[in-house]
């Protein structure tokens, strides 16, 4: 099955457009792991099991398991989701872009080492640094478009005045990811929910992308309004929230406190459908 494949299913099984995302920090976690890095396998895997049947994907964070040399507990996080969820899809969250043959390898290390669905890249670099990652037959990549964060703006917000109707440098991501780039169908948008009038735009020049759509939650993105600007029947949208999920509780109910946050949320976009 292809990535967009897996998202479809995984969409119409779980009833979501929610992405859990793994962002394990051992000084947030609860009180019986607290602090020990050993234990971001555990701490991951419960979160996972919590609320498999509640998610259209996953999205670990590799920083916060290189930053812990816990890469092994990444591989067999990956595992585990493969045995207790093959229904949902993995997007690694590794924002990685370098030229065509040292981006090969990162291509190996998402999709062979680790075996995720789909992987995030910085199109800063252009396309032959994006072009490794589609060999990948059906794997799917997001590139950075519109980023949460405000600091986004510095660069994204930027005009083209050299290309015809002077597309901010957002829109032309968004454009050639809609079109020339996107060569097999692999391709998604990475556009933050903290900026929905900007989510609109991304889907207007790139209606049937698949959007991964972070920043609902501790950001403050607003689900509803992520969804009206959004989603549209045909092109799904991946909403992503982190620690508003993983840190629902301090307490040993960290896992059954992420499951009622995960299904809240869950709730909250499938309504905004209507
Ligand atoms: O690519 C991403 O996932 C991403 C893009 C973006 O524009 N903003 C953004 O927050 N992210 C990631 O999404 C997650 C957001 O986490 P929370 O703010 O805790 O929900 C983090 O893993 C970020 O690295």
């Known amino acids: ?33 607290k602090g020990d890095s050993n234990k971001i396998y555990d701490f991951c895997a419960a979160i996972v099991d919590a609320t498999a049947d509640l998610s259209i994907a996953f999205k670990p964070q590799i920083a916060y398991f290189a930053a812990h040399r816990a890469e092994g507990q990444l591989e067999r996080l990956m595992e585990h989701m493969r045995r207790v969820a093959p229904q949902v899809p993995i997007i690694l969250d590794a924002k990685r872009g370098d030229i065509g043959s040292t981006a090969e390898q990162y291509a190996i290390e998402a999709f062979e080492r680790y075996g995720a669905d789909a992987v995030t890249l910085s199109p800063f670099m252009g396309f032959d640094s994006v072009a490794p990652y589609l060999k990948h037959e059906g794997k799917g990549a997001f590139l950075l478009c519109r980023t949460s964060n405000p600091g986004g703006d510095d660069l994204q917000n930027q005009r083209f005045a050299s290309i015809e109707g002077q597309p901010l440098l957002y829109e032309h991501v968004a454009r050639l990811a809609q079109g020339p780039w996107n060569l097999n169908g692999q391709l998604g948008l990475v556009v933050g929910a903290t900026y929905p009038a900007e989510i609109e735009r991304v889907r207007l020049v790139a209606p049937t992308l698949p959007l991964l759509i972070p920043g609902v939650g501790a950001q403050g993105g607003d689900a509803v309004a992520t969804v009206k600007a959004g989603w549209r029947p045909g092109a799904p949208i991946i909403v992503n929230s982190s620690r508003s999920i993983i840190y629902a509780s301090s307490g040993d109910d960290f896992a059954e406190a992420a499951r009622r946050e995960a299904m809240r949320t869950r709730d909250l976009l499938q309504a905004a459908r209507a």
């Open 1 to 33: 099955m292809t990535f967009l494949e897996m998202l479809g299913a995984a969409e119409r099984q779980n009833q979501s457009m929610l992405c859990v995302g793994l962002d394990p920090d051992p000084l947030k976690f609860p009180g019986r792991y």
